[in-house]
């Protein structure tokens, strides 16, 4: 499988490389982009490979941060950004956090046709935000000339191992560790955890890993993973809620299955990575359960 650095970006997931290819086409264009994805899967990142990629790599980019802006003093910062902006690129950190009447100006704003590159960068679903009233259709509109969505780390096929791999040489090297390794059970908690952080929440958990380890080779016991959801992680997550008094192991196996397909939005290829097995074997199970009434 190709894996490709695409500056910011260490993948060979398909969906992500093609993704960063047509970014870096778009990115020579002059069209507003829209790019969403869940917290820490890398918009930033991509807003930063569009501008280095366009014609205006060398004007600035000029950043506003709704979310970190309180709605009385939004109006004039954004103000201040765009008179800086002219020429160049303006990024809008989640554009969803805009007051009503900073929407209304920058849809003026790009209704005149002003001189700035707009991409602007979300973590919720602005479709969803537009049937509620919260946001403007009309800006939606202008906004997501191009857009784009980047795939969950969950989603992205052996990226899990890959970018762990990448993090903990990049972890290693700054905190005086070199050549540090995982051990095959550390890959199996990494490989068995839904990332919601995603990236980010990665790369935080192989720095802490690399500074817990007295080792060259990272454990499993040294994956410690604390958010919300690391309570159900690891390869033995799911444990207490597949069995239950009086389950067979087919049976607790059958649900296993059935949780992770689930899980993986019925992707059979994402599935069977994500158990260690192969894509014949989870269809022959999958075959199995249909005889019995079950369809997945």
């Not at 016991?221 to 604390?226: E, G, K, M, V």
């Amino acid at each position: 499988m190709r894996k490709e650095n695409h500056e910011q970006f260490y993948t060979h997931d398909h969906q992500l490389l093609e993704l960063l290819s047509l970014s870096e086409t778009v990115a020579k264009s002059k069209a507003a982009v829209l790019i969403q994805g869940g917290s820490g899967c890398g918009k930033r990142s991509l807003a930063q490979f569009i501008y280095q990629n366009s014609q205006r790599a060398h004007q600035g980019i000029f950043t506003f941060q709704a979310a970190q802006i309180a709605l009385g003093n939004q109006e004039l910062e954004f103000q201040r950004i765009l008179t800086e902006a002219k020429g160049g690129t303006c990024l809008i950190i989640e554009v969803s956090q805009m007051s009503s009447l900073i929407q209304s100006k920058l849809f003026q704003i790009m209704s005149e046709g002003s001189d700035i590159r707009f991409i602007a960068t979300t973590s919720k679903n602005i479709s969803e935000l537009v049937k509620q009233g919260e946001f403007r259709e009309d800006l939606f509109y202008r906004l997501s000339v191009v857009n784009l969505k980047i795939p969950r780390l969950a989603d992205r096929l052996g990226d899990v191992e890959y970018l762990a791999r990448e993090f903990v040489k990049k972890w290693a090297n700054v905190h005086g560790k070199a050549n540090m390794s995982f051990s095959s059970d550390a890959i199996q908690v990494l490989n068995g955890y839904s990332w919601p952080g995603n990236v980010r929440e990665l790369e935080t958990t192989i720095e802490r890993a690399v500074l817990i380890s007295n080792q060259s080779e990272i454990r499993g016991r040294d994956i410690q993973l604390n958010s919300v959801a690391g309570a159900q992680a690891g390869p033995h997550a799911n444990m207490a809620l597949a069995w239950k008094p009086g389950s067979t192991l087919d049976q607790i196996e059958r649900n296993v299955i059935l949780e992770a397909l689930k899980h993986h939005d019925g992707n059979r290829t994402h599935t069977a990575k994500a158990l260690g097995i192969s894509i014949r074997t989870l269809r022959n199970k999958l075959a199995e359960y249909r005889v019995m009434g079950i369809h997945a």
